[in-house]
Protein backbone atom coordinates (compact mmCIF):
# COMPACT_ATOMS: atom_id res chain seq x y z
CA UNK A 1 0.00 0.00 0.00
CA UNK A 2 1.78 3.69 -0.81
CA UNK A 3 0.80 6.56 0.52
CA UNK A 4 -2.62 5.07 1.78
CA UNK A 5 -4.30 5.29 5.10
CA UNK A 6 -7.41 3.55 4.62
CA UNK A 7 -8.49 0.29 5.74
CA UNK A 8 -9.68 -0.69 2.60
CA UNK A 9 -5.98 -1.53 0.82
CA UNK A 10 -4.40 -2.05 4.11
CA UNK A 11 -2.70 -5.38 4.22
CA UNK A 12 -1.32 -6.07 7.46
CA UNK A 13 -2.41 -5.98 11.21
CA UNK A 14 -0.61 -2.80 11.91
CA UNK A 15 -1.86 -1.21 9.28
CA UNK A 16 -5.29 -1.65 9.36
CA UNK A 17 -5.23 -0.72 13.03
CA UNK A 18 -3.43 2.22 11.85
CA UNK A 19 -6.07 3.01 9.64
CA UNK A 20 -8.52 2.23 12.27
CA UNK A 21 -7.03 5.24 14.81
CA UNK A 22 -6.86 7.69 11.76
CA UNK A 23 -10.56 6.94 10.79
CA UNK A 24 -11.34 7.67 14.74
CA UNK A 25 -9.18 11.16 13.87
CA UNK A 26 -7.56 9.78 17.55
CA UNK A 27 -3.87 9.74 16.22
CA UNK A 28 -1.95 12.46 18.30
CA UNK A 29 1.13 12.27 15.71
CA UNK A 30 3.50 10.80 18.34
CA UNK A 31 5.41 8.25 15.78
CA UNK A 32 4.96 5.18 17.14
CA UNK A 33 4.29 3.42 14.64
CA UNK A 34 7.32 4.68 12.97
CA UNK A 35 9.19 2.07 15.43
CA UNK A 36 7.25 -1.09 14.17
CA UNK A 37 7.63 -0.50 10.67
CA UNK A 38 10.26 1.01 8.59
CA UNK A 39 8.09 2.13 6.09
CA UNK A 40 6.09 3.77 7.93
CA UNK A 41 6.73 8.24 7.16
CA UNK A 42 5.46 10.39 9.64
CA UNK A 43 3.91 13.27 7.18
CA UNK A 44 2.04 16.62 7.70
CA UNK A 45 -1.95 15.96 6.55
CA UNK A 46 -3.92 18.35 4.28
CA UNK A 47 -5.16 20.09 7.70
CA UNK A 48 -1.80 20.47 8.68
CA UNK A 49 -1.13 17.49 11.43
CA UNK A 50 1.78 14.79 11.85
CA UNK A 51 0.33 11.70 11.32
CA UNK A 52 1.64 8.12 9.38
CA UNK A 53 1.74 7.18 5.81
CA UNK A 54 2.86 4.01 4.57
CA UNK A 55 5.21 4.71 2.07
CA UNK A 56 5.72 1.15 0.38
CA UNK A 57 4.73 -1.94 1.69
CA UNK A 58 4.37 -2.62 5.13
CA UNK A 59 7.42 -3.54 6.80
CA UNK A 60 6.36 -4.21 10.67
CA UNK A 61 9.00 -5.75 13.55
CA UNK A 62 7.67 -9.19 15.12
CA UNK A 63 4.21 -8.57 16.83
CA UNK A 64 4.25 -5.10 15.72
CA UNK A 65 0.42 -4.70 15.67
CA UNK A 66 0.14 -6.17 19.32
CA UNK A 67 2.73 -3.44 20.68
CA UNK A 68 0.76 -0.83 18.56
CA UNK A 69 -2.55 -2.11 20.10
CA UNK A 70 -0.78 -1.74 23.70
CA UNK A 71 0.93 1.66 23.06
CA UNK A 72 -0.74 3.52 20.78
CA UNK A 73 -2.28 6.98 22.39
CA UNK A 74 -5.42 6.87 19.57
CA UNK A 75 -5.64 2.95 21.41
CA UNK A 76 -5.70 3.35 24.77
CA UNK A 77 -3.57 5.32 27.53
CA UNK A 78 -3.38 3.31 30.89
CA UNK A 79 -3.21 4.93 34.37
CA UNK A 80 0.49 4.34 35.05
CA UNK A 81 1.03 2.87 38.74
CA UNK A 82 1.92 5.01 41.57
CA UNK A 83 5.07 4.01 43.09
CA UNK A 84 5.27 3.55 46.46
CA UNK A 85 4.94 6.65 48.69
CA UNK A 86 3.44 9.10 46.12
CA UNK A 87 1.00 11.44 46.68
CA UNK A 88 -1.82 11.37 44.64
CA UNK A 89 -3.59 14.16 42.98
CA UNK A 90 -6.80 13.69 41.14
CA UNK A 91 -6.38 16.18 38.36
CA UNK A 92 -2.68 16.42 38.26
CA UNK A 93 -1.62 12.75 39.01
CA UNK A 94 0.45 10.90 41.56
CA UNK A 95 3.71 12.46 42.61
CA UNK A 96 6.75 11.97 44.91
CA UNK A 97 8.35 15.26 44.57
CA UNK A 98 7.12 19.16 43.33
CA UNK A 99 9.16 21.80 43.71
CA UNK A 100 9.12 25.42 41.22
CA UNK A 101 12.76 25.29 39.61
CA UNK A 102 15.10 27.08 36.90
CA UNK A 103 18.38 26.49 35.53
CA UNK A 104 21.26 28.12 37.33
CA UNK A 105 23.13 29.06 33.97
CA UNK A 106 21.30 32.67 32.98
CA UNK A 107 21.65 31.81 29.17
CA UNK A 108 19.70 28.08 29.52
CA UNK A 109 17.10 29.82 32.05
CA UNK A 110 16.64 32.79 29.33
CA UNK A 111 16.31 30.46 26.74
CA UNK A 112 13.77 27.70 28.19
CA UNK A 113 10.02 28.28 28.09
CA UNK A 114 9.75 28.76 31.79
CA UNK A 115 12.97 28.13 33.72
CA UNK A 116 14.72 26.09 30.99
CA UNK A 117 14.48 23.47 33.76
CA UNK A 118 14.31 20.93 31.03
CA UNK A 119 17.15 21.96 28.97
CA UNK A 120 20.00 22.45 31.94
CA UNK A 121 18.90 18.79 32.73
CA UNK A 122 19.25 17.98 29.64
CA UNK A 123 22.91 19.58 29.40
CA UNK A 124 23.90 17.79 32.83
CA UNK A 125 22.83 14.62 31.58
CA UNK A 126 24.77 14.39 28.83
CA UNK A 127 27.81 16.16 29.85
CA UNK A 128 27.75 14.17 33.04
CA UNK A 129 27.79 11.07 30.91
CA UNK A 130 24.40 10.16 32.95
CA UNK A 131 22.59 9.92 29.43
CA UNK A 132 24.37 9.23 25.80
CA UNK A 133 22.14 11.60 24.02
CA UNK A 134 18.82 13.41 24.75
CA UNK A 135 16.28 12.59 22.07
CA UNK A 136 13.81 15.45 22.00
CA UNK A 137 12.78 18.10 19.65
CA UNK A 138 13.70 21.61 18.00
CA UNK A 139 13.52 24.22 14.92
CA UNK A 140 14.05 22.28 11.81
CA UNK A 141 17.75 24.38 10.71
CA UNK A 142 16.85 24.21 6.96
CA UNK A 143 13.62 25.21 6.98
CA UNK A 144 13.15 27.02 10.58
CA UNK A 145 8.40 27.12 9.99
CA UNK A 146 8.87 23.06 10.99
CA UNK A 147 10.02 21.36 13.95
CA UNK A 148 11.46 18.35 13.61
CA UNK A 149 13.18 15.54 15.96
CA UNK A 150 16.60 16.13 17.13
CA UNK A 151 19.15 14.39 19.52
CA UNK A 152 21.15 16.33 22.37
CA UNK A 153 24.51 15.63 22.74
CA UNK A 154 26.32 18.88 23.70
CA UNK A 155 25.15 22.20 25.78
CA UNK A 156 25.35 23.65 22.30
CA UNK A 157 22.63 21.38 20.47
CA UNK A 158 20.35 21.16 24.41
CA UNK A 159 20.08 25.50 24.06
CA UNK A 160 19.04 25.29 20.34
CA UNK A 161 16.37 22.88 21.15
CA UNK A 162 14.94 24.99 24.08
CA UNK A 163 11.97 26.34 24.44
CA UNK A 164 8.04 24.86 23.30
CA UNK A 165 7.83 24.03 19.83
CA UNK A 166 3.62 24.82 19.58
CA UNK A 167 3.71 22.70 16.03
CA UNK A 168 3.59 19.00 14.73
CA UNK A 169 6.84 16.61 15.13
CA UNK A 170 6.65 13.13 16.09
CA UNK A 171 9.02 12.95 18.72
CA UNK A 172 9.38 9.31 18.51
CA UNK A 173 10.17 9.48 14.85
CA UNK A 174 13.78 9.16 15.77
CA UNK A 175 15.96 6.07 15.77
CA UNK A 176 17.84 7.37 18.86
CA UNK A 177 14.47 7.39 20.90
CA UNK A 178 15.53 3.34 21.24
CA UNK A 179 19.16 3.79 21.22
CA UNK A 180 21.33 2.15 24.33
CA UNK A 181 21.66 5.59 26.45
CA UNK A 182 19.40 7.72 25.52
CA UNK A 183 17.13 9.65 27.48
CA UNK A 184 14.10 10.78 26.00
CA UNK A 185 12.20 14.03 26.29
CA UNK A 186 8.70 14.32 24.54
CA UNK A 187 5.04 15.11 25.16
CA UNK A 188 2.98 13.43 27.34
CA UNK A 189 1.43 11.03 24.79
CA UNK A 190 4.78 10.19 23.32
CA UNK A 191 6.38 9.44 26.39
CA UNK A 192 2.55 7.21 27.52
CA UNK A 193 3.54 5.09 24.47
CA UNK A 194 7.27 5.47 24.95
CA UNK A 195 6.58 3.39 28.46
CA UNK A 196 4.10 1.03 27.33
CA UNK A 197 6.36 -0.32 24.62
CA UNK A 198 10.16 -0.15 26.02
CA UNK A 199 9.79 -3.64 27.18
CA UNK A 200 9.18 -4.85 23.80
CA UNK A 201 11.35 -2.21 22.20
CA UNK A 202 14.41 -1.66 23.74
CA UNK A 203 17.17 -4.46 25.60
CA UNK A 204 17.57 -3.46 29.35
CA UNK A 205 16.70 -0.15 31.50
CA UNK A 206 14.14 1.91 29.85
CA UNK A 207 15.47 5.18 28.91
CA UNK A 208 14.72 8.13 31.24
CA UNK A 209 11.51 10.06 30.67
CA UNK A 210 11.24 13.65 30.49
CA UNK A 211 8.31 15.46 29.60
CA UNK A 212 6.20 18.72 30.56
CA UNK A 213 2.47 19.29 30.73
CA UNK A 214 0.75 20.20 27.23
CA UNK A 215 -2.16 21.93 26.45
CA UNK A 216 -2.32 20.40 23.02
CA UNK A 217 -0.58 20.39 19.38
CA UNK A 218 -1.74 22.94 16.91
CA UNK A 219 -2.30 22.63 13.18
CA UNK A 220 1.40 23.30 11.22
CA UNK A 221 -1.15 26.07 9.13
CA UNK A 222 -1.27 27.80 12.13
CA UNK A 223 2.48 28.99 12.77
CA UNK A 224 1.50 30.04 8.46
CA UNK A 225 -0.97 32.06 9.68
CA UNK A 226 0.50 33.41 12.28
CA UNK A 227 3.19 34.51 9.70
CA UNK A 228 1.43 36.17 6.92
CA UNK A 229 -0.51 38.39 9.67
CA UNK A 230 2.52 39.21 10.70
CA UNK A 231 3.38 40.28 7.11
CA UNK A 232 5.30 37.01 6.58
CA UNK A 233 3.71 35.48 3.52
CA UNK A 234 3.49 31.89 2.76
CA UNK A 235 6.09 31.40 0.37
CA UNK A 236 8.62 34.05 2.07
CA UNK A 237 12.16 32.47 3.64
CA UNK A 238 12.09 32.22 7.12
CA UNK A 239 15.43 32.11 8.51
CA UNK A 240 14.47 31.53 12.47
CA UNK A 241 11.48 30.86 14.22
CA UNK A 242 10.46 30.78 18.00
CA UNK A 243 7.62 30.26 19.65
CA UNK A 244 8.46 31.58 23.15
CA UNK A 245 11.51 31.41 25.41
CA UNK A 246 14.11 34.23 25.67
CA UNK A 247 11.80 36.21 28.77
CA UNK A 248 8.86 34.31 30.27
CA UNK A 249 6.53 33.58 28.46
CA UNK A 250 8.80 35.45 25.66
CA UNK A 251 7.00 35.97 22.44
CA UNK A 252 6.55 34.16 18.84
CA UNK A 253 9.60 35.78 16.65
CA UNK A 254 10.42 35.01 13.58
CA UNK A 255 13.40 36.30 11.09
CA UNK A 256 12.47 36.93 7.72
CA UNK A 257 15.49 38.50 5.11
CA UNK A 258 16.67 41.67 7.73
CA UNK A 259 13.17 41.79 8.95
CA UNK A 260 12.46 40.48 12.69
CA UNK A 261 8.39 39.95 13.47
CA UNK A 262 6.80 38.94 16.84
CA UNK A 263 3.89 38.23 18.62
CA UNK A 264 2.63 38.00 22.42
CA UNK A 265 1.83 35.30 23.86
CA UNK A 266 -1.75 36.23 23.82
CA UNK A 267 -1.58 36.76 19.86
CA UNK A 268 0.36 33.89 18.80
CA UNK A 269 -0.81 30.30 21.36
CA UNK A 270 -4.30 32.46 22.56
CA UNK A 271 -5.49 33.65 18.86
CA UNK A 272 -3.47 31.70 16.57
CA UNK A 273 -2.10 28.63 17.72
CA UNK A 274 -4.04 27.26 20.52
CA UNK A 275 -7.27 27.21 18.58
CA UNK A 276 -5.87 25.20 16.13
CA UNK A 277 -5.27 22.02 18.33
CA UNK A 278 -5.89 18.39 16.47
CA UNK A 279 -8.98 16.38 17.81
CA UNK A 280 -6.77 13.75 20.05
CA UNK A 281 -5.96 15.95 21.99
CA UNK A 282 -8.81 17.81 22.78
CA UNK A 283 -10.10 14.43 24.74
CA UNK A 284 -6.34 13.53 26.13
CA UNK A 285 -6.33 12.13 29.36
CA UNK A 286 -3.01 12.54 30.23
CA UNK A 287 -1.66 16.05 29.02
CA UNK A 288 0.52 15.90 32.62
CA UNK A 289 3.01 13.21 31.22
CA UNK A 290 1.92 10.80 34.42
CA UNK A 291 4.03 8.17 32.67
CA UNK A 292 6.84 10.50 32.54
CA UNK A 293 10.19 10.52 35.56
CA UNK A 294 10.23 14.08 35.39
CA UNK A 295 7.59 16.54 34.13
CA UNK A 296 8.37 20.56 33.43
CA UNK A 297 5.50 22.95 33.97
CA UNK A 298 5.03 26.77 33.86
CA UNK A 299 4.55 27.74 36.90
CA UNK A 300 2.90 31.18 36.96
CA UNK A 301 0.28 33.33 38.64
CA UNK A 302 -2.42 33.09 35.71
CA UNK A 303 -5.78 34.11 35.07
CA UNK A 304 -9.01 32.08 34.35
CA UNK A 305 -7.81 30.80 31.03
CA UNK A 306 -4.06 29.70 32.22
CA UNK A 307 -2.09 33.07 30.95
CA UNK A 308 0.37 34.74 32.85
CA UNK A 309 -1.19 38.00 34.66
CA UNK A 310 2.18 39.26 34.14
CA UNK A 311 3.59 40.67 30.72
CA UNK A 312 7.32 39.11 31.16
CA UNK A 313 9.73 37.77 33.73
CA UNK A 314 12.76 35.28 34.68
CA UNK A 315 10.99 31.68 34.17
CA UNK A 316 9.99 29.77 36.92
CA UNK A 317 9.52 26.12 35.67
CA UNK A 318 7.41 23.38 38.36
CA UNK A 319 9.38 20.51 38.16
CA UNK A 320 7.25 17.09 38.96
CA UNK A 321 9.12 13.41 40.10
CA UNK A 322 6.43 10.99 38.97
CA UNK A 323 8.94 8.04 39.77
CA UNK A 324 11.96 7.58 41.85
CA UNK A 325 14.55 7.68 39.35
CA UNK A 326 13.42 10.65 38.24
CA UNK A 327 13.35 12.28 42.03
CA UNK A 328 16.77 11.09 42.41
CA UNK A 329 17.58 12.57 39.50
CA UNK A 330 16.15 16.28 40.19
CA UNK A 331 17.73 16.09 43.41
CA UNK A 332 21.13 15.07 41.67
CA UNK A 333 20.76 18.18 39.26
CA UNK A 334 20.05 19.97 42.30
CA UNK A 335 23.10 18.90 44.29
CA UNK A 336 25.16 19.29 41.09
CA UNK A 337 24.19 23.39 41.18
CA UNK A 338 22.66 22.60 37.48
CA UNK A 339 19.26 23.75 39.19
CA UNK A 340 17.79 25.55 42.04
CA UNK A 341 14.43 24.03 43.73
CA UNK A 342 12.13 26.00 45.47
CA UNK A 343 9.33 24.45 47.36
CA UNK A 344 5.48 23.97 45.70
CA UNK A 345 2.49 22.51 46.53
CA UNK A 346 0.48 20.45 43.39
CA UNK A 347 -2.70 22.46 44.43
CA UNK A 348 -0.61 25.26 43.77
CA UNK A 349 0.56 24.78 40.66
CA UNK A 350 -3.11 23.25 39.67
CA UNK A 351 -4.52 26.71 40.56
CA UNK A 352 -1.97 27.77 37.67
CA UNK A 353 -3.48 25.55 35.21
CA UNK A 354 -6.69 25.79 34.43
CA UNK A 355 -6.82 24.24 31.25
CA UNK A 356 -5.49 20.90 32.21
CA UNK A 357 -7.59 20.28 35.19
CA UNK A 358 -10.91 21.06 33.53
CA UNK A 359 -9.95 19.01 30.60
CA UNK A 360 -9.33 16.31 32.76
CA UNK A 361 -12.08 17.07 35.06
CA UNK A 362 -14.80 17.35 32.15
CA UNK A 363 -13.56 14.41 30.29
CA UNK A 364 -15.65 12.08 31.06
CA UNK A 365 -18.40 14.17 29.55
CA UNK A 366 -16.49 14.99 26.01
CA UNK A 367 -15.82 10.88 25.92
CA UNK A 368 -19.46 10.62 26.29
CA UNK A 369 -20.16 12.96 23.90
CA UNK A 370 -18.12 12.14 21.41
CA UNK A 371 -19.02 8.38 21.47
CA UNK A 372 -22.66 9.36 20.89
CA UNK A 373 -22.12 11.39 17.77
CA UNK A 374 -20.22 8.24 16.82
CA UNK A 375 -16.68 9.22 17.02
CA UNK A 376 -15.02 6.29 19.23
CA UNK A 377 -11.78 7.92 21.17
CA UNK A 378 -9.24 5.99 23.05
CA UNK A 379 -9.68 4.02 25.72
CA UNK A 380 -8.45 5.05 29.37
CA UNK A 381 -8.72 2.33 31.53
CA UNK A 382 -7.47 3.22 35.73
CA UNK A 383 -8.68 6.58 35.20
CA UNK A 384 -11.19 7.57 37.64
CA UNK A 385 -13.04 9.79 35.36
CA UNK A 386 -16.73 9.53 36.35
CA UNK A 387 -15.94 10.62 40.08
CA UNK A 388 -14.59 14.09 38.71
CA UNK A 389 -17.08 14.74 36.51
CA UNK A 390 -19.73 13.93 39.17
CA UNK A 391 -18.60 16.75 41.15
CA UNK A 392 -20.25 19.20 38.50
CA UNK A 393 -22.74 17.57 37.00
CA UNK A 394 -24.64 20.35 35.28
CA UNK A 395 -21.25 21.99 33.65
CA UNK A 396 -20.57 18.11 32.72
CA UNK A 397 -23.94 17.49 30.97
CA UNK A 398 -22.82 21.17 28.66
CA UNK A 399 -19.71 19.81 27.95
CA UNK A 400 -21.34 16.17 26.74
CA UNK A 401 -23.56 18.48 24.73
CA UNK A 402 -21.47 20.63 22.91
CA UNK A 403 -19.09 17.98 22.18
CA UNK A 404 -21.69 16.06 20.70
CA UNK A 405 -22.76 19.11 18.65
CA UNK A 406 -19.22 19.79 17.49
CA UNK A 407 -18.45 16.32 16.44
CA UNK A 408 -21.91 15.84 14.81
CA UNK A 409 -21.16 19.16 12.43
CA UNK A 410 -17.43 17.53 12.16
CA UNK A 411 -18.73 14.50 10.42
CA UNK A 412 -21.61 16.37 8.27
C1 LIG B 1 2.51 21.86 22.40
C2 LIG B 1 2.89 22.30 23.80
C3 LIG B 1 1.87 22.60 24.73
C4 LIG B 1 2.20 22.98 26.04
N1 LIG B 1 1.20 23.22 26.96
C5 LIG B 1 1.51 23.53 28.26
C6 LIG B 1 0.51 23.70 29.27
O1 LIG B 1 -0.68 23.56 29.01
N2 LIG B 1 0.91 24.02 30.52
C7 LIG B 1 2.23 24.16 30.84
O2 LIG B 1 2.55 24.44 31.98
N3 LIG B 1 3.18 23.95 29.93
C8 LIG B 1 2.87 23.65 28.65
N4 LIG B 1 3.87 23.43 27.73
C9 LIG B 1 5.24 23.33 28.21
C10 LIG B 1 5.82 24.66 28.55
O3 LIG B 1 5.64 25.51 27.44
C11 LIG B 1 7.31 24.46 28.83
O4 LIG B 1 7.86 23.68 27.83
C12 LIG B 1 7.57 23.81 30.14
O5 LIG B 1 7.26 24.74 31.14
C13 LIG B 1 9.02 23.39 30.22
O6 LIG B 1 9.79 24.51 30.25
P1 LIG B 1 11.35 24.42 30.38
O7 LIG B 1 11.85 25.85 30.41
O8 LIG B 1 11.70 23.51 31.50
O9 LIG B 1 11.71 23.70 29.01
P2 LIG B 1 12.87 24.03 28.01
O10 LIG B 1 14.15 24.10 28.76
O11 LIG B 1 12.50 25.18 27.15
O12 LIG B 1 12.88 22.69 27.14
C14 LIG B 1 11.79 22.35 26.36
C15 LIG B 1 12.08 20.99 25.74
O13 LIG B 1 10.86 20.51 25.18
C16 LIG B 1 11.09 19.86 23.95
N5 LIG B 1 10.01 20.25 23.04
C17 LIG B 1 9.62 21.50 22.70
N6 LIG B 1 8.55 21.44 21.90
C18 LIG B 1 8.26 20.14 21.71
C19 LIG B 1 7.25 19.47 20.99
N7 LIG B 1 6.30 20.11 20.30
N8 LIG B 1 7.26 18.12 21.01
C20 LIG B 1 8.18 17.43 21.70
N9 LIG B 1 9.16 18.03 22.43
C21 LIG B 1 9.20 19.38 22.44
C22 LIG B 1 12.43 20.34 23.42
O14 LIG B 1 13.20 19.24 22.98
C23 LIG B 1 13.10 21.03 24.61
O15 LIG B 1 14.22 20.32 24.98
C24 LIG B 1 3.56 23.07 26.41
C25 LIG B 1 4.56 22.78 25.48
C26 LIG B 1 4.24 22.39 24.18
C27 LIG B 1 5.34 22.06 23.20
Not at 189 to 216: H, K, N, V, W, Y
Request: charged share 25%; proline share 6%; with cysteine.
Amino acid sequence: MTGSTTTGGATTGLERAVADVLERDACSGCGLCSRLDRSVRMELDAQGYARPVFSGPSEPIPDAEAIFRRGCPGVVVKAPTAPRGATPHALLGAHLGVWNAWATDPEIRHTGSSGGALTALHTWLVESGRAARVAGAAVDAGAPRRTVPVSIMTREQALSAAGSRYAPVAALDNDDVLAPGSAVCAKPCEISALRQTAADLIEGEPPLMLSFFCAGTPSQHATDALLSELGVGRHAEVRALRYRGRGWPGRFTATSGDREVSADYDESWGRTLGPTTQWRCKVCVDAVGEAADIVSADSWESDEHGYPTFVDGAGVSALIARTERGRRTILEAEAAGVIELAPLSMDRLAAAQPLQTERRRFLRARLLGSMLAGRRPPRYPGYALLRLSATAPRMAARVLRGTFRRVRRAAR
